[in-house]
């Protein structure tokens, strides 16, 4: 996705998300702004202030343990400074998740993630998984 001079919070969270989904890790990293960067995952990190420890974070939890992922979004509110997004993401279990092996089975959880934008640039997000729903 092409970004305008000026883009929305919406645009911008939808270019850096699309970028991450795809694995481009790059790419996201040149929307992010690495000096302002915070971000959380309650339940899974602390606040972290480095994009590069977090996305090693992403990686290991979003990534590596899941296979044919797929995000839906569910509710969506921008903000002036913020994009609100409710998403399901359904997966199949296929590597270590928070020291369960692997399961083999196929998963549905929620996702509630705040990403903040400043200046043209995402500056982080706090993002809260339903890891009771996961574990079930």
């Known amino acids: 996705m092409e970004l305008t001079a000026d883009p929305t919070p919406l645009e911008l969270y939808r270019a850096w998300n699309d970028r991450l989904l795809a694995g481009d890790i790059k790419g996201a990293a040149e929307l992010i702004d690495a000096e302002h960067w915070l971000e959380k995952c309650l339940g899974l990190t602390e ?3 480095d994009f590069e420890v977090a996305v090693g974070h992403y990686v290991r939890n979003m990534v590596t343990p899941w296979a044919d992922l797929s995000m839906t979004e569910e509710e969506l509110v921008e ?3 913020a ?3 409710r998403f399901r993401v359904e997966a199949t279990h296929v590597g270590e998740f928070l020291g ?3 399961t083999g089975r ?3 959880f929620q996702v509630i993630r705040i990403v903040r934008v ?3 640039r995402v500056t982080g997000q706090w ?5 009771w729903g996961i574990h079930q």
């Open 106 to 108: 196929r998963v549905a």
């Open 127 to 131: 993002a809260q998984l339903d890891l």
């Open 47 to 49: 606040w972290l202030t």
């Open 79 to 81: 903000g002036a400074d």
């Open 83 to 85: 994009v609100t997004v």
């Open 100 to 102: 369960l092996p692997a």
């Open 118 to 120: 400043a200046g043209g």
